[in-house]
C-alpha cells in the first residue's frame, strides 16, 4: 500500500484505532463529488440520478470484493450498530419458530448485546450468552453444548474490540448450521486489517463499520447472503433488497466503497499493512517491556489477535489515570462504548481477569500512520508517569 499523506496532527500520538480511524485523504476525495455536482437521487431516471446509481453500484462492488462476496449480497447501512440490530433483529424476527431462542457470547459488541436484550424484552426470545477463557476465546464445544431445535441465530464477533482476540468463526459457524442456525459474526474490527472471505468464514450475516477502515462515520455494511430473508430494519422505498428504505447516502457509500478498494490493495500487498502493524504492535509492546518497571502483561490471546491490538495490563497503574497524564497519547482503556465508566471493563472481567488487573488495563491500537517514531515515543511517555 502507498502512504498517503497523514490527515491526523502532529500531537498528540493517535493510538485508538480500534475506536475509530481517520478518514484517508483519499476517501476524502471520493466523497466530494456526491456532496456537490453529482448530487442526484440513485431512484432518478434522468443524468444526476444515474450517476448517484452508478456510484452505489461501484461502491457495492467494491465491498463486495473485499468480503469475496457478490456485489448483490452487500446491504448499506448506517454503520456498525446499524448492521448488527438488522442482521440480529431481522433474522430473529424472520425465521421466529414458536420458540425463539439466540446465542452470543459474554464479551460481544454492545450492539449486538443490546439488540438481542431486545428480542427478550419485546419478543419473549430466549438469549443465551457463551461464556470465554481467559484469552477471550470461546469453546466451540460450549457453543455446541448450547444448540437446541429453537435456536435461530448465533451471533459471535469475528475479532473482541478491546483486546483484538480472534474467534475460530469458521469452526463456530459450522457447529450452528449443523443445528439448523443462522450465524451472524461483527467484523467491524477485522474487515481490511486481515483478509476476510465470507465463504471461507461460512457466515449467514456479516456486519462492517465504515470508520473502522478509514472511511467517514455513519456508513456500513451488512452481507447477507443471496435469498435470505430479514425483517427490515427500516420501511420505505425498497431501497438496499428492502431491508433499508430510504434514499441512500451516496457520498458516504462511495467513500465506504472507496476505503475497501484501499484495504483491498493493502491486505494483497507482498508486504502486507497486516506485517507492518503487527511489527509496530510488537514494538510498542517490547518498549513497554523495556521502559516500564512493573509489570506489563498482555490481554487476550497472545497470538490469535488483531495485528494492531495491544491491550496491556501495568501493574500498580489505574487504566484511565495512567491516560490522563499521559497527554502525548491519544489511547483508551477500553471500548469507547464504555468510555467514562470508573469500572473494571465487562470484556476483562468476563475473561476472569482480577479486578485490579482489568483496572489496570490500557489499549492501545496502531494504525496506517502509525510509524516507529510513534511507538517509542509513547512508550517513553508512559514510563515516564508510572516511574512517576
Same mark, same amino acid.
Given at each position: 500500500?502507498?502512504?498517503?499523506?497523514?490527515?491526523?496532527?502532529?500531537?498528540?500520538?493517535?493510538?485508538?484505532?480500534?475506536?475509530?480511524?481517520?478518514?484517508?485523504?483519499?476517501?476524502?476525495?471520493?466523497?466530494?463529488?456526491?456532496?456537490?455536482?453529482?448530487?442526484?437521487?440513485?431512484?432518478?431516471? /434522468?443524468?444526476?440520478?444515474?450517476?448517484?446509481?452508478?456510484?452505489?453500484?461501484?461502491?457495492?462492488?467494491?465491498?463486495?470484493?473485499?468480503?469475496?462476496?457478490?456485489?448483490?449480497?452487500?446491504?448499506?447501512?448506517?454503520?456498525?450498530?446499524?448492521?448488527?440490530?438488522?442482521?440480529?433483529?431481522?433474522?430473529?424476527?424472520?425465521?421466529?419458530?414458536?420458540?425463539?431462542?439466540?446465542?452470543?457470547?459474554?464479551?460481544?459488541?454492545?450492539?449486538?448485546?443490546?439488540?438481542?436484550?431486545?428480542?427478550?424484552?419485546?419478543?419473549?426470545? +430466549?438469549?443465551?450468552?457463551?461464556? #470465554?477463557?481467559?484469552?477471550?476465546?470461546?469453546?466451540?464445544?460450549?457453543?455446541?453444548?448450547?444448540?437446541?431445535?429453537?435456536?435461530?441465530?448465533?451471533?459471535?464477533?469475528?475479532?473482541?474490540?478491546?483486546?483484538?482476540?480472534?474467534?475460530?468463526?469458521?469452526?463456530?459457524?459450522?457447529?450452528?448450521?449443523?443445528?439448523? =442456525?443462522?450465524? /451472524?459474526?461483527?467484523?467491524?474490527?477485522?474487515?481490511?486489517?486481515?483478509?476476510?472471505?465470507?465463504?471461507?468464514?461460512?457466515?449467514?450475516?456479516?456486519?462492517?463499520?465504515? /470508520?473502522?477502515?478509514?472511511?467517514?462515520?455513519?456508513?456500513?455494511?451488512?452481507?447477507?447472503?443471496?435469498?435470505?430473508?430479514?425483517?427490515?430494519?427500516?420501511?420505505?422505498?425498497?431501497?438496499?433488497?428492502?431491508?433499508?428504505?430510504?434514499?441512500?447516502?451516496?457520498?458516504?457509500? =462511495?467513500?465506504?466503497?472507496?476505503?475497501?478498494?484501499?484495504?483491498?490493495?493493502?491486505?494483497?500487498?507482498?508486504?502486507?499493512?497486516?506485517?507492518?502493524? +503487527?511489527?509496530?504492535?510488537?514494538?510498542?509492546?517490547?518498549?513497554?517491556?523495556?521502559?516500564?518497571?512493573?509489570?506489563?502483561?498482555?490481554?487476550?490471546?497472545?497470538?490469535?489477535?488483531?495485528?494492531?491490538?495491544?491491550?496491556?495490563?501495568?501493574?500498580?497503574?489505574?487504566?484511565?489515570?495512567?491516560?490522563?497524564?499521559?497527554?502525548?497519547? =491519544?489511547?483508551?482503556?477500553?471500548?469507547?462504548?464504555?468510555?467514562?465508566?470508573?469500572?473494571?471493563?465487562?470484556?476483562?472481567? =468476563?475473561?476472569?481477569?482480577?479486578?485490579?488487573?482489568?483496572?489496570?488495563?490500557?489499549?492501545?491500537?496502531?494504525?496506517?500512520?502509525?510509524?516507529?517514531?510513534? #511507538?517509542?515515543?509513547?512508550?517513553?511517555?508512559?514510563?515516564?508517569?508510572?516511574?512517576?
Amino acid at each position: 500500500m502507498t502512504q498517503q499523506g497523514s490527515p491526523l496532527p502532529r500531537r498528540p500520538i493517535f493510538l485508538d484505532y480500534l475506536a475509530t480511524t481517520p478518514v484517508d485523504p483519499r476517501v476524502v476525495q471520493a466523497c466530494l463529488p456526491y456532496l456537490t455536482a453529482s448530487f442526484g437521487n440513485p431512484a432518478s431516471s /434522468h443524468a444526476f440520478g444515474q450517476a448517484a446509481a452508478a456510484a452505489v453500484a461501484e461502491a457495492r462492488a467494491s465491498v463486495a470484493g473485499l468480503l469475496g462476496c457478490a456485489p448483490g449480497e452487500i446491504v448499506f447501512t448506517g454503520g456498525g450498530s446499524e448492521g448488527d440490530t438488522l442482521a440480529i433483529r431481522g433474522a430473529a424476527l424472520a425465521r421466529r419458530p414458536r420458540r425463539g431462542y439466540v446465542i452470543t457470547q459474554a464479551t460481544e459488541h454492545p450492539a449486538v448485546l443490546a439488540a438481542c436484550d431486545a428480542l427478550a424484552r419485546l419478543h419473549d426470545y +430466549r438469549v443465551t450468552h457463551l461464556p #470465554v477463557d481467559e484469552y477471550g476465546l470461546v469453546d466451540p464445544a460450549t457453543l455446541e453444548a448450547a444448540m437446541t431445535e429453537d435456536t435461530v441465530l448465533v451471533s459471535i464477533m469475528h475479532a473482541n474490540n478491546e483486546t483484538g482476540t480472534l474467534q475460530p468463526i469458521s469452526e463456530l459457524a459450522s457447529i450452528a448450521h449443523a443445528g439448523g =442456525a443462522l450465524f /451472524h459474526t461483527d467484523a467491524a474490527q477485522t474487515a481490511g486489517k486481515i483478509p476476510i472471505s465470507v465463504g471461507a468464514l461460512g457466515v449467514d450475516l456479516l456486519s462492517l463499520a465504515g /470508520h473502522k477502515l478509514y472511511a467517514p462515520k455513519g456508513v456500513g455494511a451488512l452481507y447477507v447472503t443471496e435469498s435470505l430473508e430479514l425483517e427490515p430494519a427500516i420501511y420505505g422505498g425498497g431501497q438496499e433488497r428492502g431491508l433499508r428504505g430510504g434514499t441512500e447516502n451516496v457520498a458516504l457509500i =462511495a467513500g465506504l466503497g472507496h476505503a475497501s478498494g484501499i484495504a483491498v490493495d493493502a491486505v494483497d500487498a507482498v508486504d502486507t499493512e497486516a506485517t507492518r502493524l +503487527r511489527a509496530l504492535r510488537d514494538l510498542l509492546h517490547d518498549e513497554l517491556t523495556r521502559l516500564v518497571p512493573a509489570a506489563v502483561e498482555v490481554n487476550g490471546h497472545p497470538e490469535q489477535r488483531l495485528p494492531n491490538a495491544l491491550n496491556v495490563s501495568i501493574a500498580g497503574a489505574v487504566g484511565p489515570r495512567l491516560l490522563a497524564a499521559t497527554t502525548e497519547i =491519544a489511547a483508551s482503556t477500553g471500548s469507547a462504548c464504555h468510555e467514562g465508566v470508573d469500572a473494571p471493563s465487562p470484556v476483562l472481567t =468476563a475473561m476472569g481477569l482480577p479486578a485490579e488487573r482489568a483496572m489496570s488495563a490500557v489499549r492501545l491500537s496502531v494504525g496506517r500512520w502509525t510509524s516507529d517514531q510513534d #511507538v517509542s515515543a509513547a512508550a517513553s511517555a508512559i514510563a515516564r508517569v508510572c516511574v512517576g
